[in-house]
């Protein structure tokens, strides 16, 4: 039987309480069965997941037109080339005076 993980979710952007959830892995995406939701037109209904093997955590792409998006979610940030090849600047503007990525990273 594979390994069960125990992953819990907080959300800092909601008043709700943390999510624990026990599975194999966290599936990330669009799709109502996803462990961790996210409801942007720019993430695929199987976006990407999270899995532990042994003492180390993976994220990874489902879709490898879309490891763009991994690497802005792993890393916290989104570079400028890949910001400007998969947005419309006009339809998701980077509002005025903020980081193009934090500060140490």
Excluded: C
């Excluded at 709700?16 to 993430?43: A, K, M, W, Y």
């Amino acid at each position: 039987m594979p390994a069960r993980n125990t992953y819990i979710i907080i959300r800092d952007d909601l008043l709700i309480d943390p999510v624990t959830i026990i599975t194999e892995g966290l599936l990330i995406g669009r799709l109502r069965d996803s462990e961790v939701l996210l409801n942007h037109p720019s993430v695929s209904r199987a976006q990407a997941g999270i899995k532990q093997i042994e003492s180390d955590y993976y994220l990874f792409a489902l879709r490898p037109e879309k490891l763009w998006m991994s690497r802005s979610m792993i890393r916290g940030w989104i570079s400028n080339t890949d910001y400007r090849t998969h947005h419309d600047p006009a339809r998701w503007p980077v509002p005025a005076g903020e980081p193009a990525r934090p500060k140490g990273g």
